[in-house]
Each structure stands twice: as C-alpha cells, then as structure tokens.
T-cell receptor
Framework: GQQVMQIPQYQHVQEGEDFTTYCNSS?????IQWYKQRPGGHPVFLIQLVKSGEVKKQKRLTFQFGEAKKNSSLHITATQTTDVGTYFC??????????FGQGTRLTINP | GAVVSQHPSWVICKSGTSVKIECRSL??????MFWYRQFPKQSLMLMAT?????????EQGVEKDKFLINHASLTLSTLTVTSAHPEDSSFYIC????????????FGPGTRLTVL
C-alpha cells in the first residue's frame, strides 16, 4: 500500500535559522497536504499542493511539490519560536484515504 | 468557517467501561468524517472513515466491534470505545473534509482517553 516517509523525525534549530522537512511517497500522488500540530494541540491544515512542480509560499513558509508528484518539502526561513510544533505531510492518491507521514518535530532555541 | 468540535476533550475511565466521543461539524455538513488515533509523539493513524447514513469503513487491524462508529447526521459522528482497557488509552481525533470541494481535512481538538 501507499507509504509516506518524512524526514527528519526531529529538528532543533536556533531561532533565526532555516528549517526544512522532506516528504516522500512510494506512489504518485494526486495531491499532498501539509499540517502543523502544536504541542498538545490538533493538526491544522496549512496548504495543499496539486500540480507537478508546484511551489507555494505563505510568508516565511515555502512548500514544493516534486515534478514526479512523489515528494514534497516544507521550508521555513528564519524560524521564530511560534514555529515550534510537529509538521506532517499527508499524501492522497486519487480518491484514496489521506496517508500521513511520521511528522517532523521542530524545536527552537530562542 | 470549517470548524470541528469534539467532546469530551478528555476522559478518564475504569477498565471495562465504554466511552463515547462525539465529533461535530459546526458550520458545514460533513458527509464523511474520519477518526484517527495518535500515540504520544507519533503520527496520526487512521482508524476508520465514517459515512453518513451507512456503515463505517474500518482500516486493517482496527476492531469494528471494539470501536463503534455511528454517523447519524451530516454534522455528527460518534466513536464508542467499548469495554475499554489501558492499552486503549490514546489521543483520539476526528476530522472532516471541508465540504466545499476541497480535499483538506479540518480536525477536531481531540479527546485524550485514559483508561485506568
């Protein structure tokens, strides 16, 4: 079945440093979604990517969808303490269920 | 818009009792809702897909007689953990698709279940 792998599992950075998490699917996806879960909270939808090679930006966050639609990345520029949390990618193949990656937990040293 | 509520937010119960968790879409109709389970510091594991007016679709390895799902209306799905045991202790989260044609899911705040 479809698998979604996400790396790294943990990332600790100094405030102001950049952060990137990578997501790889075993199958070609129709779309990929990114969610953020704050400590003690629930996942919150960030963005959905649909097109091959798509790049979307949300302020300091840049999301990319690979040309083959099997990988994606989330890059945060100049991290802030409010960026702390776990970032999940979730891939969907056609009308199949959403499959979540393992998540990358970001901690920040102020 | 697209707000999902969940009740209760936490529950502590004795082993052998049953616990019902409600998931409501507050400002939209959700034909389909999803139930996830999340262990500490781990990813979300889809347990079942709840369809309004029909039987839920359970993921492999999830006991349907243990985790009863009822999707009675377009705004309410319930998950009942029957004869709960300590190993059922977990964070249970529901979600619903927005209903506006998008694929994104909106999550409830989750229910922390602790079985003593």
């Amino acid at each position: 079945g479809q698998q979604v792998m996400q790396i790294p599992q943990y990332q600790h950075v100094q405030e102001g440093e950049d952060f990137t998490t990578y997501c790889n699917s075993s199958t070609t996806l129709s779309n990929i979604q990114w969610y953020k879960q704050r400590p003690g909270g629930h996942p919150v939808f960030l963005i959905q990517l649909v097109k091959s090679g798509e790049v979307k930006k949300q302020k300091r966050l840049t999301f990319q969808f690979g040309e083959a639609k099997k990988n994606s990345s989330l890059h945060i520029t100049a991290t802030q303490t409010t960026d702390v949390g776990t970032y999940f990618c979730a891939g969907q193949e056609g009308a199949q269920k959403l499959v979540f990656g393992q998540g990358t937990r970001l901690t920040i040293n102020p | 818009g697209a707000v999902v509520s969940q009740h209760p937010s936490w529950v502590i119960c004795k082993s052998g009792t049953s616990v019902k968790i409600e998931c409501r879409s507050l400002d939209f109709q959700a034909t389909t809702m999803f139930w996830y389970r999340q262990f500490p510091k781990q990813s979300l594991m889809l347990m079942a897909t709840s369809n309004e007016g029909s039987k839920a679709t359970y993921e492999q390895g999830v006991e349907k007689d243990k985790f009863l799902i009822n999707h009675a209306s377009l705004t309410l799905s319930t998950l009942t953990v029957t004869s709960a045991h300590p190993e059922d202790s977990s964070f249970y989260i529901c979600s619903a698709e927005s209903g506006n044609g998008g694929d994104e899911q909106f999550f409830g705040p989750g229910t922390r279940l602790t079985v003593l």
